[in-house]
């Protein structure tokens, strides 16, 4: 984007191209139209596999099946595709940032190879490693230890058949369960799972899953053998998230986004929003403004911090992780009452779209299950 916009700029990362790696694999809506607004929508697009429809589906029941208008795609193929993207004019230095020395008007990036680069303003968006973090004394302050557990895995039909669904979101049948929910979801590689449970790191559970994923998935959701018919899971990969926020960020001449300013949980879905929200306000709104006068100090980077959009994001983030762990884990009246209050949602708004598609003369958009 800086590129694009003619702004001099420099990439360092000591990935080439960027490895497999299990993180966000699938965009919603909300995550499109803010990739919309990067300029880089339509690389992804065609990278990516859209879901044509979505099936929500709870105690082995389908409640609704609706136009789907999420994308999936794995997050080596999204960050390589957008690095496809980056204009020749910017130089792309494979290694590892090691220190920042902010000196004013002029911060000096020292690199694994030893080598200075010079630049007036430091974009630090190097995820989760908090070592640079560190030494530039910004802290982190965990919010939530181990709030949630990811784990993907590829996902086949026992017999190789096709599925029965284009993608499917299978919500637990008890809270007892301790598992937000399950997505499938197509990818140019097949068929991926990726099912968010609330768990200790060390639940024999977990070594379960990993050994014997088929019968550990059909037992926690016994209704889903119903939709999916039998499955065949590889490569699994658990992945626990901290939740996070910087401390002490507030610095001339740095400027942290995405994880390395804050981490979401996956399961609320929230990270993409977070990090496309981050880079663009920061390259259509402050960078330019910023670099139209002297000087990089403290209350210009402020400003992005203290940004009403960034700010709106990463509440909405927060809350989000917050509410959807206690209203898939909290047991008591209130939480038994809002768990049936979305299911009976969904299932009305399903009910409606399949009337008013028979209305329409049209097919009712449903995934049946083969009896
Ligand atoms: C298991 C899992 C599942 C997730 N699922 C979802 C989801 O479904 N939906 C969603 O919205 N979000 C999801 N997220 C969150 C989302 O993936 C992240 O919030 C987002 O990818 C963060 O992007 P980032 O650019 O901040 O960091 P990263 O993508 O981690 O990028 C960091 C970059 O910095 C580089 N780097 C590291 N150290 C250095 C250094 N010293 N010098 C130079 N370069 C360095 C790395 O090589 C890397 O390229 C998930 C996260 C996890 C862990």
């Known amino acids: 984007m800086l590129g694009r916009a003619g702004i001099s700029a420099v990439l360092i990362d000591p990935h080439t191209v960027y490895p ?28 990516a596999t859209p879901d044509d429809q979505l099936s929500i589906a709870r105690l082995g029941r389908l ?3 609706r136009p789907g208008r999420q994308y999936g795609i794995l997050y080596d193929a999204l960050v390589n595709t957008m690095r496809g ?9 494979v290694a590892k940032a090691t220190s920042i020395a902010p ?6 990036v020292t690199l694994s190879s030893g080598d200075p680069v010079d630049a007036r303003l430091v974009v630090v968006s190097n995820g989760l490693n908090a070592g640079l973090r560190h030494q530039l004394g910004i802290k982190h302050e965990v919010v939530s230890a181990c709030h949630s557990i990811s784990i993907g895995f590829d996902v086949k ?53 990993r050994q014997s994923p088929e019968s550990t998935l059909f037992t926690a959701f016994p209704g889903l053998l119903k939709l999916s018919g039998p499955l065949s899971i590889g490569d699994v990969k658990i992945r626990p998230v901290d939740l996070y926020v910087s401390r002490g960020h507030r610095q001339g001449g740095v400027v942290l986004i995405g994880d390395a300013f804050a981490t979401s949980c996956p399961a609320a879905g929230t990270g993409t929003n977070k990090v496309f929200t981050d880079v663009e306000r920061l390259c259509n709104v402050y960078i330019p403004r910023w670099l139209a006068t002297d000087g990089m100090g403290s209350e210009k980077i402020s400003a992005f911090y203290d940004d009403p959009v960034k700010l709106a994001c990463d509440t909405a983030s927060r809350k989000q992780a917050f509410y ?3 209203l898939s884990t909290q047991v008591g009246p209130l939480w038994h009452l809002r768990r049936w209050a979305r299911f009976l949602v969904r299932l009305g708004s399903g009910t409606a779209r399949r009337l008013l598609m028979k209305s329409a003369g049209r097919d009712a958009i449903v995934a049946m299950p083969r009896s």
């Not at 049948?173 to 060390?202: H, Q, W």
């Open 157 to 209: 039909t026992a017999d190789n058949s096709p599925f029965r669904f284009k993608a499917l979101t299978y919500f637990p049948e008890r809270p007892s369960n301790r598992m937000a929910y399950c997505a499938f979801f197509p990818t140019a590689k097949g068929m991926r799972a990726n099912l968010f449970v609330y768990r200790e790191i060390d639940d024999p559970w977990l070594r379960q899953m």
């Open 324 to 326: 959807l762990r206690a």
């Open 103 to 108: 000196n004013g008007s002029r911060q000096r």
């Open 20 to 47: 497999p790696d299990f993180r966000c694999e699938k965009m919603d809506a909300s995550q499109v139209e803010l990739l919309k607004k990067t300029g880089l929508a339509d690389a992804i697009f065609a990278a």
């Open 63 to 65: 409640v609704e099946t």
């Open 85 to 93: 993207q980056i204009s020749p004019q910017i130089d792309f230095l």
